[in-house]
Every structure is written in structure tokens, then in C-alpha cells.
């Protein structure tokens, strides 16, 4: 297949191709991974594209530095309606064509035809599996870019570098992508009319789209570098070109197929004042069933041209408001993950609503938007737990750390091995009144689900398993388990449960039989012989004892 390439009047080019002594290069000599390109095919009206766009957000976010993303508008969901913007380029419109693109919303993870298929081409549920895949193998390419923007002369110029640590046979070309980030339009399949925020669009590219510009030499040992300067227009079809927004894109593949590395930067903006503006984001591991850390985490992004150095943010916890301080350092144009303290254990409830928001920055007032959620009470048992852990076919991606609430590491459980959905157990004691949490992580923002895997936490004081929480469905980025264990060796009998209280009973598989029951009433209820672990709340604590039917 050949497609005649397209070559912008606006970009020169300078290449050369040397042997040199490596300390005169900045590209690494060392054998290295290969990074992850996903070029993703989408459309402002395809209802499922928010969904792509969020499994490319959470791979970033999972593999920093190691997965590129870019946003290609083409084909039918991208044409626009009178009054829409247009984010079709002709270069996006040559390389959907050229790869046949059909369906969106789609991709392709460095171009690979994987088993089975006969395209480049695949859907979303499996850019993570082959993400994975790719990034076991061995890069034969070793890339470094960087870029500076002259707001004066609008010229952007560019600078990769290359190392070859394995000799290749094919002809190979180096492709720089030019994209945009936080353009705002419309988008189907969101509720956020002309505000959707696109990232990573594609607008340009600096050397021929197809099959990228031609790299003489590939043998082992040798560098190449290459340079090129490129004029920033004020608007790239209906789009404003936001210099402070743009960021690179490049790789070496083989003709137009199967990526042999990439690698990205974004362009130095010297002399572009930005003023001072902050984002927030939730952890990638979100407060959600229940929480205990001494701490709560976010992401900040400093939208600005200055470091961010402290800010004052203000964190609720059922309508009640504190303002905590944080000192640190945020670059220009970054996003960092921070933490701040709370005290949300001995003022939490049953149900639990939170929120954060940033209210200066630098001294400065300012708002941001605002992170929130819920959760629920802290699940009690005693110091004598056990940990049940059944896998999915990717166990290395997971971490299982048990911690206590400042975070700080017990016990990690594994590393458990892949090709194999097994069931372990893992036994714990623990300090009395104390809460700990059990984190689950996985490094390719996919979770446990192939098959799908579990995690089960059990309290065995009474010398039967009770199940105190469970994670019957962990994806994304994983989950985290809290427990608090109380000051006695183990449950006990129903006897020391006041009788005018309500408790809910649950028998010994963590299943609740009945709800609110007065224990006074507890003898009149046609329960089999069997143990029970009756779950209420005194004085603001959780407790639970252990019922014996006979």
C-alpha cells in the first residue's frame, strides 16, 4: 500500500546520521522497553467515543511515560453539523483512510497486527491486553525529543534523537506528531453539550503523515538525529491553536506499519504568561466504599507560567468545612499528586459525603473546580484476619499491600504469577484498635477481570470465617479495602449486645439474613442451628458479636 505523502510548505528539515561518542547525545544507549503509541480513531458524534477517550485517560494515567495517546478526528462520526467546529485535518482524514478505518471508536497500539486479526485496527476492549503486550518487548529504537516555541516568530522548533540498539532490516521512518490538548466542542455521548474537553487531537504533523520521513542507516550502535521548524498558524481549520496547549508526538516505524518506539514532549513556552489557574482531579484509586487514611489525595494541575509553591484548600466532610495548607512545589504547566490531612475517622458517619476544593494558590484567591463522593462506615472485626485473594490471568499487574491509615506498607502480599486465575490466602494479626487497608493497584488500568478475580477479607477470631468486606468486581486502576479491628480478641456472645438495640444478623458467608432486629426479639426468630455474627452501632462505634443457634 502506498499513500503519496503529505508534506507541509511550512516545516524544513536538517537530518544526519553519525557515529559519535554517546556523551555527546541525550537519547539513551540502554536497552529499553518499548513505549506504547495508541493512535485512537474518533468523532464528535460517536456515542461510544467518551468511552475510548476515557480507556486511552486511564492508560496514561496508569503508564506515565510509557503510553502515547493521539486523537484522530476522521470518517463519518467526525463530519460536522452547520454551526460545529471541524477537528478533521487532512492529515487525520489520509491516515483513517489509509488504514480503512470504518468503526469507531477504534485504534491501534503501534500499529501491531496482533493474533487473529487482519488489521492494525481494534476496539477498545483490547488496548490494554495489547498495550501490555507491547511493552514486554525489546525497543530496537531509543527515542529523545524536545521543543521549544518562539512566541515572537510563532516558530516551533523540534529536535529528536535516535539510537539504534538492535540492527533492523526494514526500511524505517520517523513520524512527529503536532496535538492539542483541553479543546473544548461538542462530543454525543456526553452531557456536556459544546464543553466536552478534547485531548490530544491531532492538528498537524511536521513530517510526511505516510510513511513518515525516511531514516538512512539503522545499525546497530548508531545515532540519528533530525530537526525541524515549523510555523504555528493562528487556526488550524475551525480550532485556535493554543501554543501553551500543544505537545509532540514521535516514532520510528517500519514503512507505515508496526512502531518500533515513541516517545513525547511538550514545547518550552519561555515569555508566555500564563495566569495562575489550578485544576483538581481524584486519585486514581477514588474514595469510594469506605475510607480510613489520615489523608486524602489529589491530582493538581498548574495551568499556569509560574511553580505553584503552596495553596490553601478547603475539604468537607458532611457540610462541615476545613481549610488545610499544603507547601511543596508544582512546575509550570504539570500536575503533581499531593496529599493533604484529614480527620474523617472519628467524624465519619454511616454515609459520608465529601468534597475538596482549592481556594488560593501562592497567595493568590482563586477557586477551583471541585472533587467529590461518598462513602460508608469503616467494617469492624478483630486482629485476626484473613486475607482471600483469587486472581485473574494477569496477576503481575496487580500490587496487594495491606497498610495501615498513614499509609504506610505492613505487608505486600505476592507477586502471584500470570496464566493462572488461582484463589491464595494470606494470614494477618493485627494491633487492636487500629484501621488498616488492603489496596489493590493495577499497572495497566484494567483490574482484575480476566476472568474475573476477588478479594475477600475474614475475621477467623471465632474460629469460623466470617467475611468482614469484599471486592467481588475490581477494575480500572483497582480498589482499596478499610477495616478496623477492635479492642477485644474476637467477638462475643450476644449477651453482652444491649437488648434494646436494632442489629443487623449475617451468617457465617457474609450473607445479612435479617435486618434491624431488636435483640430482645432475637429468641422468637426462626433461625437454623448455626453460627451468626449480629453487626451494630454503639455510641458511634461499629461492633459486632457472635450468635449461637443451637
Not at 501553551?244 to 516505524?253: G, H, S
Not at 480500572?476 to 444491649?498: D, K, N
Request: charged share 20%; with cysteine; hydrophobic share 35%.
Amino acid at each position: 500500500m502506498n499513500l503519496k505523502p503529505i508534506i507541509l510548505s511550512c516545516i524544513s528539515t536538517v537530518c544526519s546520521l553519525i557515529c559519535i561518542n554517546a556523551s555527546e547525545w541525550h537519547v539513551s544507549t540502554d536497552i529499553q522497553s518499548k513505549k506504547v503509541l495508541l493512535e485512537e480513531f474518533t468523532g464528535i458524534h460517536c456515542g461510544n467515543c467518551p468511552d475510548g477517550h476515557k480507556v486511552a485517560a486511564d492508560l496514561l494515567l496508569a503508564q506515565p511515560g510509557n503510553f502515547f495517546p493521539v486523537s484522530i478526528h476522521a470518517g463519518s462520526f467526525a463530519s460536522p453539523r452547520p454551526g460545529e467546529p471541524d477537528f478533521r485535518t487532512e492529515e487525520s482524514v489520509a491516515i483513517n483512510d489509509f488504514f480503512g478505518v470504518t468503526a469507531y471508536p477504534s485504534g491501534m497500539i503501534n500499529r501491531h497486527v496482533f493474533d487473529g486479526a487482519r488489521t492494525p485496527v481494534t476496539g477498545r476492549q483490547y488496548w490494554n491486553e495489547f498495550a501490555r503486550s507491547i511493552a514486554t518487548e525489546t525497543a530496537p529504537v531509543n527515542l529523545w525529543m524536545q521543543s521549544a516555541y518562539d512566541k515572537d516568530t510563532r516558530q516551533l522548533v523540534v529536535d529528536v534523537e535516535g539510537y539504534f540498539t538492535q540492527q533492523t532490516t526494514e526500511t524505517v521512518y520517523l513520524t512527529v506528531y503536532l496535538c492539542q490538548n483541553d479543546i473544548k466542542g461538542p462530543q454525543s455521548g456526553s452531557s456536556l453539550d459544546n464543553e466536552y474537553v478534547h485531548k490530544h487531537m491531532l492538528r498537524a504533523c511536521l513530517t510526511p503523515v505516510l510513511p513518515g520521513d525516511p531514516v538512512n542507516g539503522c545499525q546497530e550502535g548508531e545515532f540519528f538525529n533530525k530537526s525541524y521548524t515549523y510555523t504555528v498558524p493562528d487556526i488550524i481549520g475551525d480550532v485556535p491553536v493554543v501554543p501553551t496547549d500543544l505537545e509532540l508526538v514521535a516514532f520510528v516505524c517500519q514503512d507505515e506499519n508496526e512502531v518500533l518506539n515513541a516517545t513525547s514532549c511538550v514545547p518550552a513556552c519561555d515569555g508566555i504568561d500564563i495566569p495562575l489557574s489550578i485544576e483538581i482531579e481524584p486519585y486514581k484509586l477514588p474514595v469510594s466504599l469506605n475510607y480510613g487514611f489520615g489523608f486524602v489525595e489529589l491530582y493538581v494541575l498548574n495551568k499556569s507560567s509560574q511553580p505553584v509553591t503552596d495553596a490553601v484548600f478547603e475539604v468537607t466532610l458532611n457540610d462541615k468545612a476545613v481549610n488545610t495548607e499544603w507547601k511543596g512545589e508544582i512546575l509550570p504547566r504539570s500536575k503533581a499528586l499531593i496529599s493533604l490531612p484529614v480527620n474523617w475517622v472519628t467524624e465519619q458517619e454511616d454515609l459520608n459525603s465529601f468534597s475538596v476544593t482549592c481556594l488560593s494558590a501562592n497567595g493568590v484567591d482563586l477557586r477551583s473546580n471541585e472533587v467529590f463522593g461518598s462513602f460508608g462506615a469503616i467494617p469492624v472485626a478483630s486482629n485476626l484476619l484473613k486475607v482471600q485473594i483469587k486472581t485473574d490471568y494477569y496477576a503481575s499487574d496487580n500490587t496487594f499491600l495491606f497498610k495501615d491509615s498513614d499509609g504506610n506498607v505492613i505487608k505486600e502480599f505476592g507477586p502471584y504469577p500470570d496464566g493462572v486465575a488461582d484463589t491464595y490466602e494470606e494470614l494477618l494479626t493485627l494491633e487492636n484498635n487500629k484501621i488498616y487497608c488492603l489496596e489493590i493497584t493495577d499497572a495497566w488500568a484494567d483490574g482484575m477481570m480476566s476472568p474475573r478475580g476477588r478479594v475477600r477479607i475474614y475475621d477467623t477470631a471465632s474460629g469460623s470465617d466470617v467475611i468482614v468486606t469484599q471486592a467481588m468486581e475490581i477494575t480500572g486502576h483497582g480498589q482499596r479495602l478499610f477495616v478496623a479491628t477492635t479492642s477485644e480478641a474476637g467477638v462475643t456472645s450476644p449477651t453482652h449486645t444491649p437488648s434494646n438495640l436494632l442489629v443487623d444478623i449475617y451468617n457465617v458467608n457474609g450473607v445479612m439474613v435479617m435486618r434491624s432486629v431488636s435483640v430482645s426479639d432475637i429468641q422468637k426468630l426462626d433461625l437454623t442451628s448455626g453460627v451468626y455474627i449480629l453487626r451494630y452501632k454503639e455510641d458511634g462505634i461499629q461492633k459486632c458479636n457472635k450468635l449461637i443457634i443451637n
